[in-house]
């Protein structure tokens, strides 16, 4: 179902001149209230009344999330903290995280946004969602959850794991939609094998996939396994969360990006050239509407490509293709994001390792594990098997205070993990997807 008719089927032209007035005054705002934005285009030699035309985007220089970082946590906020009602966080590329804010037009905006995607997957009132996305700094749970109470659905704010409570709540509830990552709907699956869950004595009719990378392989074994419908949803906390891009159940073929929100642009990821529609490349987005947090071309790192024939769903709206990739090392464990820098920032803090480590990521039972092989520094010997354990219990805790995400390390002698002759090999994925 077509959520919002007059936005979602608007004609290419009409919604062109709409994201050109959005742009400009975007432009104009950031560049008054946003010092880093003033600098940046400064530098760039571009004002705001030099963006005439969506051409001229691409005069405008990019934002990354090292400049987030930079100007931790409220610096690029571009409305007075006394405006901001929401405030949400994803992992950086250090401990720090990245922090996005939302005045209360854009959690309308968000929810909005979101009942366009939960609406796409056929879910509207009458519809008991189960809502396995994690709640709290994660922006999964709560954007699913305002956007599926916009449409008039029953939400279920179970958040994520506890697969045999679950379980239960998708029969007793009768839960006709769950939203979770794609690895997870898998895992509690084979936990609905083991429990001998009966798929008559379920409702469920469409998940709602996404956050972290997945093929169409996998979307065919979930929808096999639990006869389900299964959509791919898309987005990031920079841009505001999930809601940045939505299949429709009809077609599943590529998600709809809601142009009257963002500008989409695929960049060569080396050069930053804007490439043609349909070329693969790294995702850009420019925040048109939003307010606590506007974003311009902000290079999101995720590979794929646009498409940009008509959908026969009706919506007018460009789609992107699965992710394929990124063009960073960024990687996502169980959901969580994950940079390798993080991990050595921990492990150069302890005397007694060296910087020489190795993540080996495997995917068991349908569910990531993380394995950090770390090398004693020259020199040190443990002959003591507590002092090993210890070292490496607190570097599991440490790794999961900081990044979020379980690990298990296993600290190796010295020059035990293989030398690189080039960039050195610190991962090792050995998921297949
Ligand atoms: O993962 C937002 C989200 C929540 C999306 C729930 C969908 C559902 P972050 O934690 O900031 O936000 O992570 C964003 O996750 O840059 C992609 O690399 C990856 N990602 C998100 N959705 C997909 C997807 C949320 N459908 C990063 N396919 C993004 C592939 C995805 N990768």
Known sequence: MIWNQQYETMPRDELRKLQLLRLKQLVENVYHRVPFYRDAFDKAGVKPEDIKSLDDLKRLPFTYKQDMRDNYPFGMFAVPQEQVVRIHASSGTTGKPTVVGYTARDIDTWAELMARTVSAAGVGRGDILQNAYGYGLFTGGLGAHYGAEKVGASVIPISGGNSKKQLMLLKDFGSTAISCTPSYALSLYETAVEEGVKREDLKLKVGIFGAEPWTEAMRQEIEAKWQIDAVDIYGLSEIIGPGVGYECIEEKRGMHISEDHFIVETINPDTGEVLPAGEEGELVFTTITKEAIPLIRYRTRDITRLITDPCRCGRSFVRMNKVTGRSDDMLIIRGVNVFP?????????????????????????????????????????????SRLQELSRSVEKEIKDMIGVTCKVRIVEHKTIARSEGKAQRVLDRRKL
């Open 341 to 385: 820098s993080q991990v050595e920032a921990i492990i150069v803090t302890k005397a007694e390792l060296s910087p020489h480590y190795l993540l080996i990521i495997d995917r068991v039972d349908n569910l990531d594990t993380l394995e950090i092989q770390i090398e004693l520094a020259e020199g040190i010997f443990m002959d003591r098997i």
